[in-house]
């Protein structure tokens, strides 16, 4: 009996080690050729550092060309680039940004904490609110309040980022002068913790709006649809005809079921937070990841970009990983579908 | 410069020195001290070692950290800087500089001739190609005492004299870099120079902060205690932060031209386009000398009658500059607006296309051109696109292709391109900014910023050549007179305006722009109310 259970135990150990082990190669294998791809991508582009550096400085000549290049390793034939490339990836070496003389890990490090701020609670913020406006909404369909819903998600949605933004900044900050206009904190000023919070958070309201303002029309109006869909399923009947309650039927019924698809799209959206946010970070200054990219593509800074292509695509598997956990504690019949 | 002219200049510098005494009693009057000064950086310098790299942020910045051993005044003329005072031996070979005493680093170590050598004759020479022009010319360098520098020519190089100012020349701490790797030596990271100013904070993507240099060699410089230089990459946050009051200076393209109108009437701020003359950018339409029907002279005359550059000036700049005349500015020395006029007019436009046989085909088109629009800003989309209206209306069909930098930086430096626009500084001297882009020897592919278009004309190489190398200013008048004739007539570019840029600062702002650099000045002098 003993020996027998152990067994089995033994047995489930080595499957789960071998299923472990089959995902770790996976996930190197994907990695590599993200790694790969990006290499591709980013040599297509034409021009390379030295020129870009040239063209900044406003004189140049033979020497300096050869010196960036050398830096860069671009006296070297392509493939062996790759190669060099391919094997960082592999040592998890992100290598050495020459144009900023800094380690690449440094740079997306110093950058991550205010883009995860900013992406974050305007993810949460969009999350949230486009799941109870979208109830709301699906729950009153085809009543004025859900028409009023509709047009005002349709309006943030077709709004470009760059001008609500700006319209903020303007009422906001110009005429009102309720907020900061731009950046991150108040520079130059020693303040305690508590006050540097207050400071970073007054900040980060009118960025983190108007990066809100898209996706909380994108779950508005997929929270709607699906709350639609759900309320009129033979089993909410049934809960109704049990005589439960309203407020019983919508927690925990309808949101349950009308919720995985809106998980579903913010799990794929969440991989793209780490990545920053380009236009808002630029019309706001915010010192986050999506300017560093966007920066380091102009400038053709082939370590920064393709350690950044490195972090997000580990960061995008990760986060399927756990969107996939939160779908299973949401709906348990993906477990048993996928134990199946 | 003679000797007599020197002497006056040595009586300035000492009248300078002298004024330092009583400087301390005008303060006692009323002047404020201390204070923080926000300004704008933009783009974000890669580093600040201005030795390193020599791009637009990297200079302004860098100009607070490091010093040269000259300044200029807006008219060009040498001013004390680390140097006290300069003299220059009767065959144009040796320069002498005195230094100030008691110049320190940021680190406290003090600044001596050494360092001055170092600096020139090693670490430039190896990292900053424009310095490299100039000192490649220097057969020897000396310090006979701590605070004298010789340096003896090869043979005489007129505009040796004007290669001084920091953003040419930032002497560098020689204990901190002799025998390392200069590009990578970990002190790049705290900036260490003799300014006023030195690094406090770097926060990558959001601010540059720099505080006082405690131990700065010029009596009570600098009056600030900061200044915090603030990345705000977006054009229209940037007329914002200087409207709010959050930035007190911007420079260069921190405003857009068409911002500058509404800025200028705000009652807190004040305006000026003085501090660019040793820069004093020239804005071009660059042809492709090699390709037809550019490689004929009557084609470019032809695109330069055909573009009224008084209404560009005007409808794209805002007013904001001055038509140009020739390759040399006229804030340039050795300017001649004697030469031959292009002035606006279509028909003579069209008689030129018409006399070369390039005749309108139907709809009135002769050619289609390819030009490609250079992406450094909103501003060089509308020049291209006046040029392209421009060229219209006499048959040369314009077609505008975007690229980005990179990419405009391998065309352009490869001769992969037909028309575009280019914009050159010309840093003081002929010799220095402005042949570089016209003498046969200086054709050389994939580097920018060289002759691209690809014009030569021997005639007018030897006269480049023996006006660099002429001492005295008369003789190079008349040799740059020349030139500048027979280059109007070549028209190997069609040159457009002479580009001023905008300052803004707070009107309790003081002493801002002092010198011919402008807002890339030290700022010791710089102060509140």
Redesign the interface.
């Known amino acids: 009996m003993t020996t027998s259970a152990s067994g089995a135990q033994g047995h489930r150990g080595i499957a789960v080690a071998l299923a472990i082990l089959g995902w770790a190669a996976k996930f190197i294998a994907v990695v590599l050729v993200i790694a790969t791809f990006a290499f591709v991508l980013v040599k297509a582009a034409p021009g390379d550092p030295a020129q870009v550096m040239a063209g900044q400085t406003g004189a140049a000549d033979e020497r300096m060309l050869a010196q960036i290049r050398q830096e860069y390793g671009l006296d070297k034939p392509v493939i062996v680039q790759l190669g060099t490339h391919l094997k960082r990836v592999l040592t998890l070496d992100l290598g050495f940004s020459y144009r900023q003389r800094q380690p690449v890990s440094t740079l997306i490090l110093e950058r991550l904490p205010a883009t995860l701020l900013l992406t974050g609670t305007a993810f949460l913020l969009a999350l949230f609110s486009g799941i109870l406006l979208g109830t709301l909404a699906g729950l009153r369909a085809g009543k004025w309040s859900d028409t009023l819903l509709t047009v005002i998600s349709l309006i943030l949605y077709a709004m470009p980022v760059f001008w609500l933004g700006l319209m903020m900044v303007l009422l906001f900050s110009v005429q009102l002068g309720w907020l900061p206009a731009f950046g991150y904190q108040t520079i130059g000023v020693t303040m305690g913790p508590f006050a540097r919070m207050l400071d970073v958070a007054s900040h980060l309201v009118l960025p983190a709006v108007s990066l809100a303002a898209i996706y909380l029309a994108i779950y508005t109006r997929l929270m709607r649809a699906s709350v639609i869909e759900v309320a009129h399923q033979d089993f909410i009947k049934t809960a109704r005809a049990k005589g439960l309650t309203q407020s019983r039927i919508i927690t925990g019924h309808i949101l349950r079921n009308a919720i995985l698809p809106v998980v579903t799209i913010a799990g794929m959206q969440a991989s793209a937070l780490v990545g920053g946010a380009v236009v808002v970070e630029t019309v706001f200054a915010w010192p986050g990841l999506g300017r560093l990219t966007y920066e380091a593509v102009m400038q053709r800074d082939y370590p920064v970009l393709l350690g950044i292509f490195l972090v997000m695509s580990v960061l995008v598997i990760v986060l399927n990983l756990v969107t996939d956990a939160i779908y299973r504690l949401i709906d348990p019949r993906v477990t048993t579908r996928a134990t199946n | 410069m003679n000797r007599r002219e020197f002497a006056k200049l040595a009586a300035a510098a000492g009248v300078a020195g002298a004024a330092e005494i009583p400087w301390g009693i005008t303060r006692a009057v009323g002047q404020t001290r201390g204070g923080?000064l926000?300004a704008i950086i933009q783009?974000?310098p890669?580093?600040l070692v201005t030795a390193i790299?020599?791009?637009?942020p990297t200079l302004t910045l860098g100009g607070k950290i490091y010093e040269g051993l000259l300044r200029y005044s807006t008219d060009l003329k040498p001013m004390p800087g680390l140097a006290q005072s300069w003299t220059i031996s009767p065959d144009a070979r040796t320069y002498t500089f005195k230094l100030f005493p008691n110049i320190t680093f940021h680190d406290g170590k003090p600044c001596t001739a050494e360092d001055v050598i170092f600096t020139c004759t090693k670490m430039l020479m190896e990292t900053h190609?424009?310095a490299?022009?100039t000192f490649q010319r220097v057969e020897k360098a000396e310090a006979p005492d701590p605070l004298t520098v010789v340096f003896t020519l090869k043979e005489p190089f007129a505009p040796f004299l004007s290669s001084f100012d920091c953003t040419t020349t930032p002497i560098q701490p020689k204990h901190i870099y002799d025998g390392t790797d200069y590009?990578?030596n970990p002190a790049?990271?705290r900036a260490i120079g003799t300014g006023p100013f030195k690094l406090k904070e770097w926060?990558?993507?959001?601010?540059i902060?720099l505080a006082k240099h405690e131990g700065y060699y010029r009596q009570g410089e600098p009056h600030l205690d900061?200044i915090?230089y603030?990345?705000?990459?977006?054009a229209?946050?940037r007329s914002?932060?200087l409207?709010?009051g959050?930035v007190q200076l911007t420079q260069w393209t921190d405003v857009e031209f068409f911002d500058v109108t509404r800025l200028k009437g705000l009652p807190h701020l004040e305006m000026t386009t003085q501090g660019y003359e040793l820069f004093a950018p020239h804005l071009w339409v660059e042809l492709n000398n090699r390709v037809a029907p550019m490689n004929d002279k009557r084609f470019r005359q032809a695109v330069a009658h055909a573009i009224d550059k008084t209404a560009m000036k005007n409808r794209v700049f805002f007013g904001l500059g001055k038509e140009a005349t020739g390759p040399i500015s006229s804030k340039t020395r050795f300017y001649d607006g004697n030469v031959k006029k292009y002035e606006y007019s279509l028909e003579k436009a069209r008689a030129l296309l018409d006399d070369m046989g390039l005749k309108a085909g139907p709809g009135g088109k002769r050619v289609t051109i390819k030009f490609l629009v250079v992406p450094f800003g909103e501003i060089w989309q509308r020049i291209a696109e006046f040029v392209r209206q421009s060229l219209g209306r006499v048959g040369i069909e314009v077609v505008l292709e975007g690229?980005?930098?990179?990419?405009?930086?391998?065309?352009v430096?490869n001769w992969e391109y037909e028309m575009t626009s280019n914009l050159?500084?010309q840093l003081g001297d002929p010799a220095l900014g402005v042949s570089r882009t016209y003498v046969t020897s200086n054709i050389?592919k994939?580097?920018?910023?060289?002759n691209t278009q690809g014009y030569s004309n021997p005639e007018a190489d030897k006269l480049w050549e023996a006006a660099a190398v002429a001492t005295d200013d008369a003789k190079r008048q008349e040799l740059y007179s020349q030139v500048q004739k027979i280059v109007v007539e070549d028209m190997p570019v069609v040159w457009l305006i002479e580009q001023d840029y905008p300052t803004f600062y707070d009107k309790k702002l003081k002493n801002v722009i002092t010198s011919g650099i402008g807002v890339h000045e030290t700022f010791g002098a710089v102060r509140f109310g």
């Open positions: 923080t926000n783009p974000e890669p580093v790299n020599q791009q637009q190609p424009r490299r022009g590009r990578n790049n990271a926060v990558r993507g959001s601010h902060h900061e915090i603030r990345i705000i990459p977006d229209a946050s914002v932060a409207e709010k959050t690229t980005d930098v990179a990419g405009w930086g391998q065309k430096s050159l500084y050389r994939g580097v920018l910023f060289s």
